[in-house]
């Protein structure tokens, strides 16, 4: 069974520094990888999928993730962050063959100081 | 035009009080789901209905069964409401056949019982 592992629970970091959160799945077969976003009170909403081809996926508001096979690893990204990117960001996985199941992982809380 | 609607917003309620959360897509998805998001963020699917057939079922206890009256609405009945229910409930739709399709969520209901 496929598994999601985020190492980091909070990430603080300032405003217009670069970000980096990190996401490790665990799986035996092939896999989608998605990374997505939950605004304080709301649900939550996809950034960025990986399906297959290029390892580096854009998604949006700037962000993008890089698919590495060998480290089993999917870490989100972006150059400078914002205030409005406070948020809680979940890295997910399915299995090619029960594409509808979604597992998550645990979320990191990415707070941005002034 | 909200795409995933869910009523209601919050829910605030006794133990042993049997419940219902309702969800409504206007998407045209075939693929429904509830997902349950404890005090820790994690994120967990309970299940998910394809065109009103359930095929996602994880170890989720009787007492919640969803019921599907057709495609565009998949609703969470909740009996004998225990301390442990409490939690935010997702609903997703999403449209099969697609190569890994996006999950569009729901605004979530905040269920506490006292």
């Known amino acids: 069974a496929q598994s999601v592992t985020q190492l980091d629970s909070q990430v603080p970091v300032f405003e217009e520094a670069p970000v980096e959160l990190r996401c490790n799945y665990s799986?035996?077969?092939?896999?989608?990888l998605f990374w997505y976003v939950q605004y304080p009170n709301q649900g939550l909403q996809l950034l960025l999928k990986?399906?297959?081809?290029?390892?580096l996926v854009k998604g949006i508001n700037g962000f993008e993730a890089e698919f590495n096979k060998s480290q089993t690893s999917f870490h989100l990204r972006k150059p400078s962050v914002h205030i409005s990117d406070t948020a809680e960001y979940f890295c997910?996985?399915?299995?090619?063959?029960?594409?509808?199941?979604?597992?998550f992982g645990s979320g990191t809380r990415l707070s941005i100081r002034p | 035009d909200t795409a995933v609607s869910q009523t209601p917003k919050y829910l605030v309620t006794q133990m042993g009080n049997d419940k219902s959360i309702k969800c409504e897509q206007n998407?045209?998805?075939?693929?429904m789901y509830w997902y349950k998001q404890d005090s820790k963020k994690f994120l967990k699917i309970m299940f998910s209905?394809?065109?009103?057939?359930?095929?996602i079922n994880e170890t989720v206890p009787n007492r919640f069964s969803p019921k599907s009256p057709d495609k565009a609405h998949l609703n969470l009945h909740i009996n004998s409401l225990e301390l442990g229910d409490s939690a935010v409930y997702f609903c997703?739709?999403?449209?099969?056949?697609?190569?890994?399709?996006?999950?569009?969520f729901g605004p979530g209901t905040r269920l506490l019982v006292l």
């Open positions: 997703a739709s999403s449209r099969p056949g697609q190569l890994q399709e996006t999950q569009y």
């Open positions: 209905y394809n065109n009103k057939e359930l095929i």
């Open positions: 997910a996985v399915s299995e090619y063959s029960s594409a509808s199941k979604i597992i």
């Open positions: 998407l045209g998805h075939d693929t």
């Open positions: 799986s035996s077969v092939s896999v989608y």
């Open positions: 990986y399906l297959s081809g290029s390892t």
